[in-house]
């Protein structure tokens, strides 16, 4: 079974600082893993993913993640807050190359970004 | 369209009563999931469409909870006899194929009372 524990409910940062979420996975086969955010009442859009290439992984908005498997962790880091970045963000975790199709969420980390 | 839309956007119905929530997917995409975020939880998956295959159903928490996909396109989820603890944002995802990035609706906002 997958599961995905993200550490931090609600987290707050002042705006120009280091944004970091964490996530950790739990999965019996290579992951496919997966940043979403979430504005007030809109949908999910995704961040970025990781589908077993390059370990760091880029995204929009200025957001970048690593896989590392020893630690089993797939960290959200953004050098610098805006105010825009306030969000709830969610990690995600999928079965990789072999029933991909069923996305695991984590509970969501609300981020507060402070002037 | 140009993204995923759900109907209606907010729904408040009475316990006991039926609801059906509509999703139109991305054209062209053959993958549709429907999830369940409840207050202070992630996102449940509840069932996924692909093509003209058997749908998974696996994630329906009850017999209450149905859904079908029309032509390959618009989806409904139906819940009968509502009850309160199904109150929760119901998403719409669509992907292009099986394993493709999903892409999720806005959501529509059940509140049973």
């Known amino acids: 079974a997958q599961s995905v524990t993200q550490l931090g409910s609600h987290v707050s940062v002042s705006e120009g600082a280091l944004v970091l979420l964490r996530c950790n996975y739990s999965?019996?086969?290579?992951?496919?893993l997966f940043w979403y955010v979430q504005y007030p009442n809109q949908g999910l859009q995704l961040l970025l993913k990781?589908?077993?290439?390059?370990?760091l992984v880029k995204g929009i908005n200025g957001f970048e993640a690593e896989f590392k498997k020893s630690e089993t962790s797939f960290h959200l880091t953004k050098p610098s807050a805006h105010m825009s970045d306030a969000a709830e963000y969610f990690c995600?975790?999928?079965?990789?190359?072999?029933?991909?199709?069923?996305?695991?969420f984590g509970t969501g980390t609300r981020l507060k970004v402070l002037a | 369209g140009a993204g995923v839309s759900q109907s209606p956007s907010n729904k408040v119905t009475e316990k006991g009563k039926d609801v059906e929530l509509r999703c139109d997917p991305i054209?062209?995409?053959?993958?549709l999931y429907w999830y369940r975020q409840s207050l202070g939880q992630g996102l449940e998956f509840l069932i996924y469409?692909?093509?003209?295959?058997?749908?998974?159903k696996s994630g329906l928490p009850s017999d209450r909870f149905s859904a079908e996909r029309t032509g390959g396109s618009v989806s409904t989820l139906t819940i009968q006899r509502t009850q309160q603890e199904d109150s929760a944002v119901y998403l719409c995802?669509?992907?292009?194929?099986?394993?493709?990035?999903?892409?999720f609706g806005p959501g529509t906002r059940l509140t049973v009372l």
């Open positions: 995802a669509s992907s292009f194929t099986s394993g493709g990035d999903q892409f």
């Open positions: 990781y589908t077993s290439a390059a370990t």
């Open positions: 469409f692909q093509g003209n295959s058997a749908p998974d």
């Open positions: 999965s019996s086969v290579p992951p496919y």
């Open positions: 995600a975790v999928s079965r990789g190359s072999s029933g991909t199709y069923k996305y695991i």
């Open positions: 054209s062209g995409h053959t993958a």
